[in-house]
């Protein structure tokens, strides 16, 4: 893996962003498990006037997951559900496409966007 | 001990594999029998009659009476199938027709998925009940018991002759798993006491894509094939086949003939090397490891009153840092290793692993040297994800 990633990665998962509870604003929650390695996560998701207005997560993650999770909880700040759900990894990743091309980890990486599209 | 016979570590210097109990890197001696065959002989076997086909007839043949040998056993208790699992599946399936509704198929805890699964398939089919040898059932009515030999997650080395004599005095069956064993250990089936033994190539420096199911002659004559085809029977018509009533009844088609050839080399290699040598410099790597990591292997003394020893493979759970970046970071440093619940995921959840164990295991050719390394790396990531 590209090493200013991993470095992101590692960052993040000391210092996630928008990792937490936000029960009290929340309209919705959604969840996910990856069966093969125990990972699981919980989006909160509040929205208003039809926009998602704040989200974050939870849930027990390895680095990639939490990695995942944070970054789409910044991204749909502002959309639709419909159009949170659309997301894609290569959108999130931007310029890291390293991780596309592993699939395991990229499995990882998208456990959050699989939890919404339950949503 | 070896390393100069694997020409991986030729084209990958900085290679530490930890990961052996997954799959064993290939000597020279197999890659070249391999090669051999594909460059010189690579002819179909036993139906054809010029020379370089009964050469490979003859290698393929030659192969079996290997691996035979190697386990204590006859030419005509071996078949070839395409992994353990595989083999696994044809004793499952070969014996299911002697189960009747009620009768207990024993498991153990420790079982790789593949030696559960078959099994929970031949019980729904039958009527037959899964029993775990750690609920301490009662043992009457078991007429199928299964095990691994050695423990793909722990390592760790088990005896139950005691319970094998329990189930043999009512006429029931015994299967070992001896994936992990048998590039660990000595391996003899009558000192064992099973009927059936299954193994695979990949697992003791062969080629992928082969693996063994030992029966026991009187074992044989009751299996019945998983799968049926050409080379299997004495005659055949429009109405019917009688089946031959030996070994090849259970290896229809084309098998992986050069995958053999390199099984037969494989086990030319670990006697070569010498299986109580082996087994010696497992132990001694396990120890020194222990020893180095500390407190991080999982402690595995006080689970199983069966259990003899440790050999060749270590679990290292971690109470927060995933399984899978460890394994991302090792190999950042090139340093190979299993993460994860290993196909095992019965002892995982015994065990409350949901997320599972970073796995190292060893091979001949794993040094002290690649303990100290990992050790030293696994430490670096734990403070890189603590710390700051």
Same mark, same amino acid.
């Given at each position: 893996?590209?090493?200013?990633?991993?470095?992101?990665?590692?960052?993040?998962?000391?210092?996630?962003?928008?990792?937490?509870?936000?029960?009290?604003?929340?309209?919705?929650?959604?969840?996910?498990?990856?069966?093969?390695?125990?990972?699981?996560?919980?989006?909160?998701?509040?929205?208003?006037?039809?926009?998602?207005?704040?989200?974050?997560?939870?849930?027990?993650?390895?680095?990639?997951?939490?990695?995942?999770?944070?970054?789409?909880?910044?991204?749909?700040?502002?959309?639709?559900?419909?159009?949170?759900?659309?997301?894609?990894?290569?959108?999130?990743?931007?310029?890291?496409?390293?991780?596309?091309?592993?699939?395991?980890?990229?499995?990882?990486?998208?456990?959050?966007?699989?939890?919404?599209?339950?949503? | 001990?070896?390393?100069?016979?694997?020409?991986?570590?030729?084209?990958? =210097?900085?290679?530490?594999?930890?990961?052996? &109990?997954?799959?064993?890197?290939?000597?020279?001696?197999?890659?070249?029998?391999?090669?051999?065959?594909?460059?010189?002989?690579? &002819?179909?076997?036993?139906?054809?009659t010029y020379d370089i086909s009964e050469h490979a007839t003859a290698a393929f043949n030659d192969a079996r009476t290997k691996v035979a040998r190697f386990i204590g056993a006859q030419p005509s208790e071996i078949i070839f199938s395409h992994s353990a699992t595989h083999a696994i599946n044809q004793a499952a399936?070969?014996?299911?027709?002697?189960?009747?509704?009620?009768?207990?198929?024993?498991?153990?805890?420790?079982?790789?998925?593949?030696?559960?699964?078959?099994?929970?398939?031949?019980?729904?089919?039958?009527?037959?009940?899964?029993?775990?040898?750690?609920?301490?059932?009662?043992?009457?009515?078991?007429?199928?018991?299964?095990?691994?030999?050695?423990?793909?997650?722990?390592?760790?080395?088990?005896?139950?002759?005691?319970?094998?004599?329990?189930?043999?005095?009512?006429?029931?069956?015994?299967?070992v798993d001896a994936t992990q064993a048998i590039s660990r250990l000595p391996i003899n089936v009558d000192q064992l006491g099973c009927d059936l033994l299954a193994f695979s190539s990949h697992k003791m420096y062969g080629p992928s894509g082969v693996g063994v199911l030992y029966a026991r002659q009187e074992t044989?004559?009751?299996?019945?094939?998983?799968?049926?085809?050409?080379?299997?029977?004495?005659?055949?018509?429009?109405?019917?086949?009688?089946?031959?009533?030996?070994?090849?009844?259970?290896?229809?088609?084309? =098998?992986?003939?050069?995958?053999?050839?390199?099984?037969?080399?494989?086990?030319?290699?670990?006697?070569?090397?010498?299986?109580?040598?082996?087994?010696?410099?497992?132990?001694?790597?396990?120890?020194?490891?222990?020893?180095?990591?500390?407190?991080?292997?999982?402690?595995?003394?006080?689970?199983?009153?069966?259990?003899?020893?440790?050999?060749?493979?270590?679990?290292?759970?971690?109470?927060?840092?995933? =399984?899978?970046?460890?394994?991302?970071?090792?190999?950042?440093?090139?340093?190979?290793?299993?993460?994860?619940?290993?196909?095992?995921?019965?002892?995982?959840?015994?065990?409350?692993?949901?997320?599972?164990?970073?796995?190292?295991?060893?091979?001949?050719?794993?040094?002290?040297?690649?303990?100290?390394?990992?050790? &030293?790396?696994?430490?670096?990531?734990? &403070?890189?994800?603590?710390?700051?």
């Amino acid at each position: 893996m590209d090493k200013l990633l991993l470095e992101e990665v590692i960052a993040r998962y000391k210092h996630p962003k928008h990792r937490g509870d936000t029960k009290s604003k929340c309209c919705k929650k959604c969840s996910a498990k990856n069966l093969s390695c125990g990972d699981d996560v919980v989006l909160y998701i509040g929205i208003q006037s039809g926009k998602i207005a704040n989200a974050s997560f939870n849930g027990s993650l390895c680095s990639i997951a939490n990695y995942g999770a944070d970054l789409l909880c910044e991204s749909v700040i502002g959309k639709t559900v419909g159009e949170a759900k659309s997301i894609t990894s290569q959108e999130l990743l931007k310029t890291n496409t390293g991780l596309l091309g592993n699939p395991v980890r990229l499995k990882c990486f998208e456990l959050a966007q699989d939890a919404l599209k339950l949503l | 001990m070896n390393r100069n016979d694997f020409p991986i570590f030729k084209n990958q =210097p900085s290679l530490v594999y930890l990961d052996s &109990a997954n799959t064993t890197l290939k000597p020279q001696n197999v890659i070249n029998a391999v090669q051999n065959y594909y460059e010189n002989y690579s &002819a179909n076997i036993g139906r054809t009659t010029y020379d370089i086909s009964e050469h490979a007839t003859a290698a393929f043949n030659d192969a079996r009476t290997k691996v035979a040998r190697f386990i204590g056993a006859q030419p005509s208790e071996i078949i070839f199938s395409h992994s353990a699992t595989h083999a696994i599946n044809q004793a499952a399936f070969g014996i299911m027709h002697l189960l009747q509704p009620g009768d207990k198929i024993l498991l153990t805890e420790f079982e790789h998925n593949s030696n559960v699964v078959a099994w929970q398939q031949v019980a729904k089919r039958t009527g037959a009940k899964i029993v775990w040898i750690d609920d301490n059932p009662n043992l009457s009515d078991v007429k199928i018991f299964t095990y691994s030999l050695v423990s793909n997650i722990t390592g760790e080395l088990f005896d139950y002759r005691s319970i094998v004599k329990n189930v043999h005095t009512q006429g029931g069956l015994v299967l070992v798993d001896a994936t992990q064993a048998i590039s660990r250990l000595p391996i003899n089936v009558d000192q064992l006491g099973c009927d059936l033994l299954a193994f695979s190539s990949h697992k003791m420096y062969g080629p992928s894509g082969v693996g063994v199911l030992y029966a026991r002659q009187e074992t044989m004559g009751r299996l019945q094939p998983l799968v049926y085809g050409s080379q299997t029977f004495v005659s055949i018509s429009r109405a019917s086949t009688e089946l031959l009533e030996n070994y090849a009844k259970f290896e229809p088609g084309t =098998p992986n003939i050069e995958g053999v050839i390199g099984l037969g080399a494989a086990i030319e290699y670990l006697n070569q090397v010498g299986m109580a040598k082996i087994q010696q410099h497992d132990e001694q790597l396990t120890t020194y490891a222990l020893k180095t990591l500390q407190n991080a292997a999982l402690n595995t003394t006080t689970r199983s009153s069966h259990i003899k020893k440790q050999v060749g493979v270590l679990p290292l759970p971690h109470p927060t840092i995933h =399984p899978h970046d460890f394994a991302m970071l090792l190999n950042e440093a090139n340093i190979a290793v299993r993460a994860g619940k290993a196909c095992s995921d019965i002892l995982m959840q015994k065990l409350e692993l949901e997320r599972g164990v970073v796995r190292i295991s060893f091979g001949v050719y794993t040094t002290e040297t690649d303990i100290d390394k990992f050790a &030293a790396e696994y430490q670096e990531i734990i &403070a890189r994800f603590t710390n700051g």
